[in-house]
């Protein structure tokens, strides 16, 4: 079974708006979860690591400001797309690793954002 | 630089054995990961293998790794119409192992 549950699914609203993403890791902790972009028919692309009770690190190029992390908890990391354009529309997925033994990342089903 | 390469397509006959390739620069890679993406979905992690080991066998798929050309290999014996999906390459770096980087994906279609 999933043991990272990303939510929503998917999401459709206008632009302006802005949307909050969640990822859980479901039996296990994580101090670190990642958070990723995925464009039409591209690869993921790495936007940034979310560190359990510290500020997220950002890859280069990824508005730290547009793209909110908080990772309250062991088991949570929520990314928000503040003010939500049509050019940020994509397949967002998160993932989490074990903190106790040396596992694979696991990822999340993704969650797909269209802005009208 | 970080860097993972792959062909883009591969198109096999169903019931014939696909073999995707996959080329890494960074030598300091602790695992090496193949993922599926079908249509739509999140990515289902397939197998991974240790950096030092050569390789890894589990069920109908077989992971080659060349450490020394940095050349990773995914063949899938037997294959069938559920194979058909975007496989990706990825790489860990560091010891904690925690960024990955993908490779570009490769989309396998099955023939019939």
């Known amino acids: 079974g999933a043991v990272v549950s990303q939510h929503p699914s998917r999401v459709i609203c206008k632009s302006g708006t802005s949307v909050k993403i969640e990822c859980r890791s479901l039996?296990?902790?994580?101090?670190?979860m990642f958070w990723y972009r995925q464009f039409p028919k591209q690869s993921l692309m790495l936007m940034a690591t979310?560190?359990?009770?510290?500020?997220?690190?950002?890859e280069q190029g990824v508005e730290k400001d547009k793209f909110l992390i908080n990772h309250a908890s062991l088991t949570l990391s929520t990314l928000t797309v503040t003010s939500a354009h049509p050019e940020d529309s994509s397949f967002y997925i998160c993932?989490?690793?074990?903190?106790?033994?040396?596992?694979?990342?696991?990822f999340g089903d993704g969650t797909r954002l269209s802005i009208l | 630089g970080e860097d993972v390469e792959q062909s883009l397509f591969l198109s096999v006959r169903e019931g014939d054995s696909s073999v995707i390739n996959c080329t890494y620069t960074?030598?300091?890679?602790?695992?090496l990961y193949w993922y599926k993406q079908e249509p739509g979905a999140g990515l289902q992690l397939l197998t991974y293998?240790?950096?030092?080991?050569d390789m890894k066998q589990d069920q109908r798929l077989t992971v080659l790794l060349n450490k020394k050309d940095k050349h990773l290999s995914l063949r899938i014996a037997d294959t069938q119409t559920g194979d058909s999906a975007i496989y990706f390459c990825?790489?860990?770096?560091?010891?904690?192992?925690?960024?990955?980087?993908f490779g570009s994906g490769t989309r396998l279609s099955i023939r019939p």
């Open positions: 993932s989490a690793r074990s903190q106790r033994d040396n596992q694979p990342q696991h």
């Open positions: 960074d030598s300091s890679s602790t695992y």
């Open positions: 293998i240790f950096s030092n080991m």
């Open positions: 979310s560190n359990e009770g510290s500020k997220a690190t950002y």
């Open positions: 039996d296990f902790q994580a101090t670190t």
């Open positions: 990825a790489e860990s770096l560091g010891s904690s192992a925690s960024k990955i980087i």
